[in-house]
Antibody, heavy 120, light 110 residues
Framework: QVQLVQSGSELRKPGASVRVSCKSS????????LNWVRQAPGQGPEWVGW????????TYAQAFTGRFVFSLDKSASTAYLQIDSLKAEDAAIYYC?????????????WGQGTLVAVSA | QSVVTQPPSASGTPGQRVTISCSGS????????VYWYQQVPGTAPKLLIF???QRPSGVPDRFSGSKSGTSASLAISGLRAEDEADYYC???????????FGGGTKVTVL
């Protein structure tokens, strides 16, 4: 069955970097784009962007350009989200989600989420 | 503040029907498919409705979605205790070029 398994919780200081992984299984990795979604404490989800798992081309929501970087290891069916120069407001749960049919917003499978905490 | 608006809360007693609205504009709901997600606190969102009104396998037919113009709605009939969760409408916005999540509606089963 389709599974997206994310890496564990992370605690970083402001200004540091963090990398979150999302390992896919149960389907052909290159056939479905992967999206990243952020959910701050007590808030609703917010779309960060997506990565084409065939070409590797990333697309970022405007609010997330600059410090957020998507990448892939196709051989390991794994996508990564790296956040540089962490700020307190980056503290959130980050989810990866598979997009079905190339329809933006059609997230048919989600990772369990990775908590990123930012504290001095 | 999201560009698609949901009521912050809704409630009902077991067995009742609850409807959640999602109001947008011509650049989002008016021209793109709407999706609905259920999120139980502490867990990842779960797809409830896709392509405006379709249900994934495994989602009870108590859940139904509809869209008209620049608004969409999710109805839960025969409300059950396990339906207590946050519900989000999701849609692509052609002007902002982003996937937009509604602000969410917390459903309480009284």
């Amino acid at each position: 069955q389709v599974q997206l398994v994310q890496s564990g919780s992370e605690l970083r200081k402001p200004g540091a970097s963090v990398r979150v992984s999302c390992k896919s299984s149960g389907y052909i990795f290159a056939d479905f784009a992967l999206n990243w979604v952020r959910q701050a404490p007590g808030q609703g989800p917010e779309w960060v962007g997506w990565i084409n798992t065939n070409s590797g081309k990333p697309t970022y929501a405007q609010a997330f350009t600059g410090r957020f970087v998507f990448s892939l290891d196709k051989s390991a069916s794994t996508a990564y989200l790296q956040i540089d120069s962490l700020k307190a407001e980056d503290a959130a749960i980050y989810y990866c989600a598979r997009v079905r049919g190339g329809n933006p917003g059609y997230f048919d499978s989600w990772g369990q989420g990775t908590l990123v905490a930012v504290s001095a | 503040q999201s560009v698609v608006t949901q009521p912050p809360s809704a409630s009902g007693t077991p067995g009742q029907r609850v409807t959640i609205s999602c109001s947008g504009s011509s650049s989002n709901i008016g021209s793109n498919y709407v999706y609905w997600y259920q999120q139980v606190p502490g867990t990842a969102p779960k797809l409830l409705i896709f392509l405006n009104h379709q249900r994934p396998s495994g989602v009870p037919d108590r859940f139904s979605g509809s869209k008209s113009g620049t608004s969409a709605s999710l109805a839960i009939s025969g409300l059950r205790a396990e339906d207590e969760a946050d519900y989000y409408c999701v849609v692509w916005d052609d002007s902002l070029n982003i996937v937009v999540f509604g602000g969410g509606t917390k459903v309480t089963v009284l």
